[in-house]
């Protein structure tokens, strides 16, 4: 195995490791074809962590190469109980080297120390729900007719591309990977450019839990080159992709005009998050802190748009704001913290590009609104209000610590208001009444909605978008149609 594939690096939770840099192809850790590497920025300092190697297309094609021989060699032949093993036993393997991933998290994401391991938990949960379920994907009998045996099969799509995004690295690798190994696929996943550096970690206990060679291969790269390749490339059989919207309209057209590939993709957001004069205020506000600064505000189901009864609007702005204030912004290794810095210089232009819109918008900042500090990518935690719903800050994912809080009088209308975007991925309802949840709740065109709560993701419950936020679902039972197709045989009786 080469040393030009790994380094050590250091951080305050680990000590020194070795982290690999290399593409994981076929079990092992390899320089790219080109001998290209990119650098990979800690986003809390602006420093260079390390280089890793860069996948181009014929880092792909070499890629899916093991994919497919995996898939139609020896990952076939292996039982539906034993890839459950296998799966169980990674999911053990990541349990067990908790605190590492975490730490290479934070250090390559910038997220604090303490939702990292929130993050690595869920990963662990996710793995082990799918490996739960890889005996269990079965098909049926059909009774047509006394001279006739019907039965269907659901069978794996074949060799998947996977292309994850940087706001939750591991996690993002854990819901795409679990249904796609519990249904009997290969896969070749690329990460983001911006953290690629836990999955490479992750990488490691693939092998050592026993998957043989090049059923999971992870490679480094941009979108542009790695990921486009993947997108339009004549033997992968499907395309999984979470991101921003526009990419995935990219992808979904460059699928359609290669082999015309099976495609599922997880998109942006805008969602409303709903507060009704009888809400418990005090849980609202913490609930609606959660739903826009979790994760540095850089999550797709951001609860960005706030709509408050107008009966309780000004004690809800003046508490929210005192909420916000108290964020912990800072070191993601201080356990204290709750919010570390944007993932890049590009995010963090693009997040103060919005702030400047919505100021010379005439919108009010209420808090926040500026750089917090001067060394890193850091913004603190900005609430907007005298907005109106024309704004670029009520229409566009800002996907940053950046929220917009509107008044409402009616039911009626902030169901249309809270309907009136391209997205629909997710939104909340606070209130104490049942009957305004459910009614609510069923009119609200998203993919999931969260009552007195928010950001309420778990591996069971399905998870994704209506409208321009996506295409199918991930999590739960349902993740498994994605990867799967249904064979009818029928059969003659003598």
């Given at each position: 195995?080469?040393s030009?594939?790994?380094?050590?690096?250091?951080?305050?939770?680990?000590?020194?490791?070795?982290?690999?840099?290399?593409?994981?192809?076929n079990?092992?850790f390899?320089?790219?074809?080109?001998?290209?590497?990119?650098?990979?920025?800690?986003?809390?300092?602006e420093?260079?962590?390390?280089?890793?190697?860069?996948?181009t297309?014929?880092?792909?094609?070499?890629?899916?190469?093991?994919?497919?021989?995996?898939?139609?060699?020896?990952?076939?032949?292996?039982?539906p109980?034993?890839?459950?093993?296998?799966?169980?036993?990674?999911?053990?393997?990541?349990?067990?080297?908790?605190?590492?991933?975490?730490?290479?998290?934070?250090?390559?994401?910038?997220?604090?120390?303490?939702?990292?391991?929130?993050?690595?938990?869920?990963?662990v949960?996710?793995?082990?729900?799918?490996?739960?379920?890889?005996?269990?994907?079965?098909?049926?009998?059909?009774?047509?007719?006394?001279?006739?045996?019907?039965?269907?099969?659901?069978e794996?799509?074949g060799?998947?591309?996977?292309?994850?995004?940087w706001?939750?690295?591991?996690?993002?690798?854990a819901?795409?990977?679990?249904?796609?190994?519990?249904?009997?696929?290969?896969?070749?996943?690329?990460?983001?450019?911006?953290?690629?550096?836990?999955?490479?970690?992750?990488?490691?206990?693939?092998?050592?839990?026993?998957f043989?060679?090049?059923?999971l291969?992870?490679?480094?790269?941009?979108?542009?080159?790695?990921?486009?390749?993947?997108?339009?490339?004549?033997?992968?059989?499907?395309?999984?992709?979470?991101?921003?919207?526009?990419?995935?309209?990219?992808?979904?057209?460059?699928?359609a005009?290669?082999?015309?590939?099976?495609?599922?993709?997880?998109?942006?957001?805008?969602?409303?998050?709903?507060?009704?004069?009888?809400?418990?205020?005090?849980?609202?506000?913490d609930?609606?802190?959660?739903?826009?600064?979790?994760?540095?505000?850089?999550?797709?189901?951001?609860?960005?748009?706030?709509?408050?009864?107008?009966?309780?609007?000004?004690?809800?702005?003046?508490?929210?704001?005192?909420?916000?204030q108290?964020?912990?912004?800072?070191?993601?290794f201080?356990?204290?913290?709750?919010?570390?810095?944007?993932?890049s210089?590009?995010?963090?232009?693009?997040?103060?590009?919005?702030?400047?819109?919505?100021?010379e918008?005439?919108?009010?900042?209420?808090?926040?609104?500026?750089?917090?500090?001067?060394?890193?990518?850091?913004?603190?935690?900005?609430?907007?209000?005298?907005?109106?719903?024309?704004?670029?800050?009520?229409?566009?994912?800002?996907?940053?610590?950046?929220?917009?809080?509107?008044?409402?009088?009616?039911?009626?209308?902030?169901?249309?208001?809270?309907?009136?975007?391209?997205?629909?991925?997710?939104?909340?309802?606070?209130?104490?009444?049942?009957?305004t949840?459910?009614?609510?709740?069923?009119?609200?065109?998203?993919?999931?909605?969260?009552?007195?709560?928010?950001?309420?993701l778990?591996?069971?419950?399905?998870?994704?978008?209506?409208?321009?936020s996506?295409?199918?679902?991930?999590?739960?039972?349902?993740?498994?149609?994605?990867?799967?197709?249904?064979?009818?045989?029928?059969i003659?009786?003598?």
């Open positions: 195995m080469s030009n594939v790994f380094v050590e690096l250091k951080t305050p939770i680990t000590g020194t490791y070795k982290q690999p840099t290399g593409l994981f192809i079990n092992e390899v320089e790219g074809v080109d001998k290209k590497t990119f650098e990979v920025i800690n986003p809390a300092t420093e260079v962590i390390c280089s890793v190697h860069e996948a297309e014929k880092d792909v094609d070499i890629a899916v190469a093991a994919a497919r021989k995996a898939f139609e060699g020896p990952w076939r032949e292996v039982t109980q034993q890839r459950g093993i296998y799966l169980l036993k990674l999911a053990d393997l990541l349990e067990k080297n908790l605190d590492l991933l975490a730490a290479v998290e934070s250090l390559d994401n910038g997220k604090s120390i303490t939702m990292a391991r929130g993050d690595v938990g869920a990963v949960g996710t793995i082990r729900y799918y490996g739960g379920w890889a005996d269990k994907i079965e098909g049926k009998t059909i009774d047509i007719s006394p001279d006739t045996f019907h039965y269907t099969r659901q794996p799509l060799v998947c591309g996977q292309i994850i995004p706001n939750f690295p591991l996690l993002m690798l819901w795409k990977v679990g249904p796609a190994l519990a249904t009997g696929n290969t896969i070749v996943m690329k990460t983001a450019e911006q953290t690629p550096l836990s999955a490479l970690v992750f990488a490691q206990f693939v092998k050592e839990a026993g043989p060679p090049g059923v291969n992870i490679i480094s790269g941009f979108g542009r080159i790695a990921g486009a390749a993947i997108a339009s490339h004549m033997d992968i059989d499907k395309v999984a992709f979470t991101g921003s919207t526009m990419v995935g309209r990219q992808i979904m057209k460059a699928a005009e290669s082999n015309l590939k099976k495609v599922t993709l997880e998109l942006g957001g805008k969602s409303p998050n709903i507060i009704f004069n009888d809400a418990d205020i005090e849980q609202a506000i609930w609606v802190n959660f739903g826009i600064y979790f994760n540095h505000g850089q999550t797709c189901c951001a609860g960005s748009r706030v709509y408050v009864q107008e009966g309780i609007y000004d004690k809800f702005v003046a508490a929210f704001k005192k909420r916000a108290q964020n912990k912004v800072g070191d993601p201080h356990d204290e913290t709750f919010q570390g810095p944007q993932v210089q590009l995010q963090y232009d693009r997040i103060m590009g919005y702030i400047k819109a919505g100021k918008e005439g919108a009010t900042v209420e808090t926040g609104g500026e750089r917090h500090g001067d060394k890193g990518y850091f913004i603190q935690p900005t609430i907007f209000t005298n907005v109106r719903h024309d704004m670029k800050i009520m229409k566009e994912e800002i996907f940053g610590p950046v929220c917009a809080v509107a008044k409402f009088s009616t039911e009626e209308e902030v169901i249309k208001l809270g309907n009136d975007s391209n997205y629909g991925l997710a939104a909340a309802v606070h209130t104490k009444d049942l009957n949840a459910i009614r609510v709740s069923n009119h609200l065109r998203a993919g999931t909605v969260w009552v007195n709560t928010y950001n309420a778990h591996h069971q419950l399905p998870f994704g978008g209506y409208k321009e996506g295409i199918g679902r991930e999590l739960g039972e349902a993740a498994l149609a994605n990867y799967t197709q249904c064979k009818s045989v029928a003659k009786l003598n």
